[in-house]
């Protein structure tokens, strides 16, 4: 049973549109991150958030935005999806009060953009 | 700076066969936390491991054992008796006891043939 969802799990959308990517995890963690993958390829940090009202951009640079209005919510959003978004997206959270452990994840979301 | 590297790209093996994942990592942290995830080719992120830097006994679990060495800063998994399920991409992954990010790897894809 999964404590992080991502949906869709699978979205093909045309040049253009607007799309959101949901990310919602039931465990209170306070931090999430969006991580970007090409298939079979390393994951790249797009964004981040340490809290309710605050995201930051990580380290690749994404036409992407995100919002943390609520902790266990993090949307990230395409205002014009175009075919180099094409990927796969990961969300994962983390608990800092429990600093061992690491990130869980979702099961991703596959974009196509044609 | 914190790094990981893992300068096997793609590993394929016979069925049977014991297969080494190497992971290399840099860090100035002097308290940290190494991590191994698999991804099968659903997409999600499955976590397979954590050690702490002070914890340097090897560990095994069934068919899977990690060797970690502080003095040569590597963190390697081996698959003993491979199978086909194995085939996935396998990430390392390091974290700062006092930094809640993660610093993954590049991935290996590793194949197992019947």
């Known amino acids: 049973e999964a404590d992080i969802y991502q949906t869709p799990r699978y979205l093909v959308i045309g040049t253009g549109k607007k799309i959101t990517l949901e990310c919602s995890q039931t465990m209170g963690h306070d931090k999430m991150y969006w991580y970007q993958q090409d298939p079979g390829m390393e994951l790249h940090l797009i964004h981040y958030?340490?809290?309710?009202?605050?995201?930051e951009k990580g380290d690749l640079s994404s036409e992407s935005t995100v919002s943390r209005i609520r902790t266990e919510h993090f949307p990230l959003t395409l205002e014009s999806a175009r075919p180099s978004h094409t990927s796969q997206y990961l969300c994962a959270s983390s608990d800092s009060r429990q600093g061992i452990y690491g990130y869980t994840f979702g099961s991703g979301t596959r974009l196509t953009v044609v | 700076a914190q790094k990981v590297t893992q300068a096997q790209t793609e590993i394929s093996v016979v069925e049977k066969e014991d297969v080494t994942l190497d992971c290399v990592y840099e860090t100035r942290d002097t308290t940290y936390y190494l991590f191994w995830y698999k991804q099968p080719p659903s997409g999600e992120l499955v976590f397979l491991i954590r050690?702490?830097?002070?914890?340097?006994q090897n560990e095994i679990s069934g068919r899977y054992s990690w060797n970690f060495q502080k003095s040569t800063s590597s963190f390697n998994f081996t698959i003993t008796a491979s199978q086909v399920v194995d085939s996935a991409v396998y990430f390392c992954a390091l974290r700062a006891y006092n930094n809640n990010d993660m610093r993954f790897g590049a991935g290996t894809r590793l194949t197992v043939k019947p």
């Open positions: 958030s340490y809290g309710v009202n605050s995201t």
């Open positions: 050690r702490n830097s002070f914890d340097e």
